[in-house]
């Protein structure tokens, strides 16, 4: 099946700190990836949708300058957060589909728990 | 608006059956899918509807109605693996996927 690859897994770091989380795509192309953030006990909020090549698309409320996404490659894209403070202490996670209709399940990376102190 | 209505916790014995709802209010529709995720993890892909009808998949089966903007994960012979928190999501015309609220499950023996 498709595996999709999140890394770091875990990262604690101080406040003012800028963090990289990359998410991969191994065995198959996604030409459009998905970044979520959830809160414990909470659903999947989308952050923004990642397409190769070109801007991210960011949902309302989602800070663009806060939240970097990149999609270097039709097997790559990164989320960026910047400047991190306590309030963006979060489970992100990210997700791509093999190809585009409603029928292709999104598979989603395993996830990075970010904890700003 | 956009949302997805689940209810927020759902327990069960072992060897049970347990259904859960959600119904749905989305500007677009593309089909009702259901994932698993377990506490730390991420969601895993359960099953998908995009028509009216019964999905059977092994011991989990879900069910979806358009015209009532309604679905239901059914899941048969509980086993307590099964505790984890299930969310529905309606994959809209821009291939996003907008998630429910959550339901949790808890399973005793």
């Known amino acids: 099946g498709a595996v ?5 897994s875990w990262v604690i770091c101080k406040s003012g700190t800028s963090v990289k989380i990359e998410c991969r795509s191994l065995d198959f192309q996604a030409t459009t990836m998905f970044w979520y953030r959830q809160f414990p006990k909470q659903s999947l909020m989308l952050m923004a ?10 949902e309302q409320g989602v800070e663009k300058d806060k939240f970097l996404i990149n999609h270097a490659s039709l097997t790559l894209s ?5 400047s991190a403070h306590p309030e963006d ?27 700003i102190l | 608006g956009q949302s997805l209505e689940q209810p927020s916790e759902v327990t069960a014995v072992e060897g049970a059956i347990v259904q859960i709802n959600c119904t749905y209010q989305t500007s677009g529709f593309y089909g009702l899918s259901w994932y698993q ?5 991420a969601p895993t892909f359960l099953s998908y509807n995009a028509l009216d009808g019964l999905e059977e998949t092994g011991r989990f089966s879900s069910f979806l109605s358009r015209s009532d903007s309604y679905g239901y994960l059914l899941l048969q ?19 996003k996927l907008i998630f429910g609220t959550g339901t949790r499950l808890q399973v005793f023996p």
């Open chain 1, 4 to 8: 999709v690859s999140q890394h770091p």
């Open chain 1, 49 to 58: 949708t990642s397409n190769e090549g070109s801007k991210a698309t960011y």
């Open chain 1, 78 to 82: 990164t989320l960026t957060v910047t």
């Open chain 1, 89 to 115: 202490s979060s489970f992100y996670i990210c997700s791509g589909s093999e190809s585009q209709g409603g029928n292709q399940p999104q598979h989603f990376g395993d996830g990075t728990r970010l904890s």
């Open chain 2, 37 to 41: 995720q377990h506490d730390g993890g």
């Open chain 2, 77 to 95: 012979e509980l086993q307590m693996k099964d505790s984890a928190s299930y969310f529905c999501a309606v994959r809209d015309n821009t291939d």
